[in-house]
């Protein structure tokens, strides 16, 4: 499979149509969301992200083990010490009515960057501290960038936010500005969490995950 | 003439391509910005600004008083001495084989605005210490949008730049997102610079001048 550093014009084409639909689209349309996923997870992207993850020793370990959340029961873990990282990723989830997403078997590196990313994005969530409202999703898409190097999906989401802003709600770019510098922030100082074996993390107090990987929000 | 605070269907649509148009468009295709800020310089947008600059004491003193930069001499300016602003400018836009502009007469609170901005961007790329890679540009987009509350030009340009991004560089993104920061965080901490009588500080020391408007920058 040839991967070229260089997009090429077909697929630009398609790109820009994709963050583009999702300016226009209503709140909450998923469809849109999943075609842009569909576009920004080309080979081209997933591999600058592949190159930047196996520099990292973080990242060349989970590439190598390829850590899977696997299935969750919401209910077990709603059962956990209160100060747990279960008991709170249970409480997110249950809260914001969300089901835990598993995201199938995989064969390739590539696959498994995907694959990870997706299942273990309610989780960052909660282990950020970003919650779901759109300045916690804008937090959490500059974290996504500043995490994973070269990510178009989430580089995309935010740029789709700004670009809103800028033709709907300028009043918001402030706070816009605001939440992506501080995730941003936060991003950049953490240790990596992609490949995290969160699987094995449930009972762990969540303060001392966010101290271990070095999570740290002005509001703590 | 009526201010609508939610932009209309039409304008958002023209809104949405000026941004787009911009995206496709080669570097340094000026009638593509150009046409970006006739389209980001409508009434709603320059009210926004109007709204917020006469909440602060050195904007409404600026609307009052409605300092202009006036004609400016470059070579006059060279020869004052090396530290100060107007030395350094003129010596920004001589490197850069720029030339003053004149923004031409104004009647009204918006077409001050719109004019006092045009006139003095480049002193404000002299002031901030914004060069003018696009890092530089960055840096000044996102201090803009700290600066002016709710500038959709600029927003839009700094939005451009990330949809560039997203689509033919994604290697890019950290540098482009840590500019980004830095502008914000750099225009959040100064004091206001809207309406500064530029014309009366050629032979203040460019250092001073920072250190009165509370420009600080890592690297200073």
């Not at 990723?89 to 390739?108: D, F, R």
């Not at 999703?137 to 996504?144: G, R």
Request: aromatic share 10%.
């Amino acid at each position: 499979m040839p991967i070229a550093n260089q997009p090429q014009p077909v697929w630009q084409e398609a790109a820009i149509a994709s963050v583009v639909n999702l300016v226009q689209a209503a709140d909450g349309d998923f469809g849109v969301i999943d075609k842009l996923s569909e576009v920004m997870s080309n080979p081209d992207s997933l591999q600058s992200m592949f190159n930047y993850l196996t520099d990292l020793p973080e990242g060349k370990r989970a590439l190598q083990e390829r850590p899977r959340v696997g299935a969750v029961d919401l209910q077990t873990l709603s059962q956990l010490p209160i100060d747990s990282f279960g008991y709170a990723y249970s409480q997110h989830m249950l809260a914001n009515h969300l089901k835990p997403i598993q995201a199938g078997p995989v064969e390739t590196d590539l696959q498994y960057i995907g694959a990870h990313i997706t299942e273990t994005h309610d989780i960052w969530h909660v282990i950020t501290g970003c919650n779901t409202s759109i300045f916690g999703e804008l937090q959490l898409e500059a974290f996504y960038v500043a995490q994973l190097h070269a990510t178009r999906f989430w580089l995309a989401l935010l740029t789709k936010n700004l670009f809103k802003a800028v033709v709907y709600d300028i009043e918001i770019s402030g706070q816009y500005m605001e939440a992506i510098c501080q995730g941003w922030q936060i991003g950049k100082q953490a240790k990596p969490l992609f490949g995290t074996p969160w699987q094995q993390l449930w009972q762990q107090p969540l303060s001392a995950i966010r101290a271990e990987l070095e999570i740290e929000r002005a509001e703590d």
